[in-house]
């Protein structure tokens, strides 16, 4: 299993950015998949999953500024991201919903 997420950089609040999960090594669309992100000085925090129908959910903070989307064809998870404020810097993981598997993670900072 493999999961490779790039996308991340430094933005001005209110930018945009979009994050990207290429999978491989499993069957990517027979699992829900999550975005998770590690916030300084926190744990995980889940940020969105996605089911493999494409039915998304949110985590309260980000709903109406990003959206999660994939591609069962070409094995990839999305993150359109905006509106970012300072609080969404962190490094930010695609994971299979529910397992410990995620990639290695790819940095959003939000900074002026």
């Known amino acids: 299993v493999h999961l490779v997420e790039s996308g991340g950089g430094l933005v001005q609040p209110g930018g945009s950015l979009r994050l990207s999960c290429r999978a491989s090594?499993?069957?990517?669309?027979?699992?829900?998949m999550s975005w998770v992100r590690q916030v300084p000085g926190k744990g995980l925090e889940w940020v969105s999953h996605?089911?493999?129908?494409?039915?998304?959910k949110y985590t309260d903070s980000v709903k109406g500024r990003f959206t999660i989307s994939r591609d069962n064809v070409k094995y990839t998870l999305y993150l359109e991201m905006n509106n970012l404020k300072p609080d969404d810097t962190g490094v930010y993981f695609c994971?299979?919903?529910?397992?410990?598997?995620r990639g290695q993670g790819t940095q959003v900072t939000v900074s002026s």
């Open positions: 090594g499993f069957a990517f669309d027979g699992y829900q």
């Open positions: 996605i089911t493999r129908s494409g039915s998304p």
């Open positions: 994971a299979i919903t529910g397992t410990e598997t």
